[in-house]
């Protein structure tokens, strides 16, 4: 499970880059790509009950949105895809795992 991102390191930060913040520290390997388990990894973290479905959903349109479809997530498709959302566990609440 990935930990939070500490309000510390987003205090002051613009939406885009604490998107970036954000995409570095789920990149749990550094390969400028986020795999599937890494992002696994932080769903369950944020919420423990999301199906297996729900998060591989999640995932399959993060991927689509960029268009490739690779199985990957690269930075821009993550940016793309976080951008269009409302609310993102990164927003300024404190830690990520707090609630909007």
């Not at 959903?57 to 199985?71: K, S």
């Given at each position: 499970m990935i930990?939070?991102?500490?309000?510390?390191?987003t205090r002051g930060k613009s939406r885009l880059e604490m998107l970036h913040l954000a995409f570095d520290h789920l990149d749990l390997d550094g390969s400028g790509d986020l795999a599937r388990h890494?992002?696994?990894?932080?769903?369950?973290?944020?919420?423990?009950?999301?199906s297996e479905e729900e998060v591989r959903?999640?995932?399959?349109?993060?991927?689509?949105e960029g268009g490739d479809d690779d199985g990957r997530?690269?930075?821009?498709?993550?940016?793309?895809?976080?951008?269009?959302?409302?609310w993102s566990p990164y927003d300024r609440v404190g830690v990520v795992n707090a609630d909007p």
């Amino acid at each position: 499970m990935i930990s939070p991102l500490p309000y510390h390191r987003t205090r002051g930060k613009s939406r885009l880059e604490m998107l970036h913040l954000a995409f570095d520290h789920l990149d749990l390997d550094g390969s400028g790509d986020l795999a599937r388990h890494e992002v696994v990894g932080f769903c369950r973290g944020m919420n423990p009950e999301a199906s297996e479905e729900e998060v591989r959903e999640m995932f399959r349109a993060m991927d689509e949105e960029g268009g490739d479809d690779d199985g990957r997530i690269d930075r821009e498709e993550y940016i793309q895809a976080r951008s269009i959302v409302h609310w993102s566990p990164y927003d300024r609440v404190g830690v990520v795992n707090a609630d909007p």
